[in-house]
């Protein structure tokens, strides 16, 4: 196996007396696709949302590709980062939410530049044809010119994740990425995401869509109140379980 890409170690999350992440380890492999299922309340998305510094781990440690995620170490101590560094190593692990978070004054093309052109200072010509490149990767070439607001839900997300692979990441998170969306455009979505695993893109993934972690999975996580319960192939996971309580939770979602 390829060395961790992503390394979680003994993380741990509360909010107030909420105990939200209770001791997770997770390891993804560089160009693997781990997809993370469970009910509403198991913690998957803050899970997430710690592996790039938007929900600070109580203990335990985050790494990609090697570097400690929002703190330096000295001795035995932790220090936060100042939010320049923090956002610095944002810009290395693309992250692509539930509700597409777009700039709704910026045109397609235009928020797909702005994170490459603010954040990272490179070129604007250079970031404007890899901005052109991408949406046609998603299939968007011609929307380019076009605002969020006059776009579908499923046209607005694969801008999101356009976007995202502007900065040229490390690794992508996936937050429900089609949970927003009406069905019959679930499917536009996942193709993409499809796609970006065929090439090789690290990837997390959050999502509901069984279908899709069979199809797409390297390893699939099941997770229940703040633990991972179970994790492993998808044959494995999805069609024999060795927990009860992912057995459980697929009678009800397959």
């Keep these: 196996m390829s060395a961790a890409m992503v390394d979680l170690r003994d993380v741990h999350k509360s909010f107030g007396s909420l105990k939200v992440l209770r001791g997770v380890d997770l390891r993804v492999a560089r160009g693997e696709v781990t997809v993370i299922l469970g009910p509403s309340g198991s913690g998957k998305s803050t899970l997430l949302r710690t592996v790039n510094h938007l929900e600070k781990v109580d203990s335990g440690s985050v790494r990609v590709d090697g570097e400690l995620v929002g703190y330096r170490q000295s001795g035995d101590r932790l220090y936060e980062l100042r939010e320049r560094e923090i956002l610095r190593q944002r810009t290395r692990i693309g992250f692509v939410f539930q509700h597409f978070n777009l700039f709704p004054h910026l045109t397609a093309l235009e928020n797909v530049v702005e994170a490459p052109l603010s954040a990272q200072r490179r070129p604007k010509a250079e970031v404007h044809r890899l901005a052109v490149r991408l949406l046609d990767r998603v299939g968007l ?17 694969r801008v999101a994740i356009a976007r995202a692979l502007a900065l040229e990441p490390k690794v992508i998170l996936f937050d429900e990425p089609t949970s927003a969306l009406d069905p019959e455009l679930v499917g536009e979505v996942l193709d993409v995401v499809k796609d970006l695993a065929r090439s090789g893109t690290t990837m997390i993934v959050v999502t509901h869509e069984v279908g899709f972690a069979r199809e797409v999975a390297d390893t699939v ?34």
């Design 141 to 157: 070439a011609d929307k380019k010119d076009v605002y969020p607001g006059q776009l579908s839900g499923g046209q607005q997300q």
């Design 221 to 254: 996580v099941f997770m229940d109140d703040g633990r991972v319960v179970e994790q492993g192939p998808p044959a494995q996971v999805l069609d024999a379980p060795r927990h009860e309580r992912t057995r459980v939770f697929l009678s009800k979602v397959l």
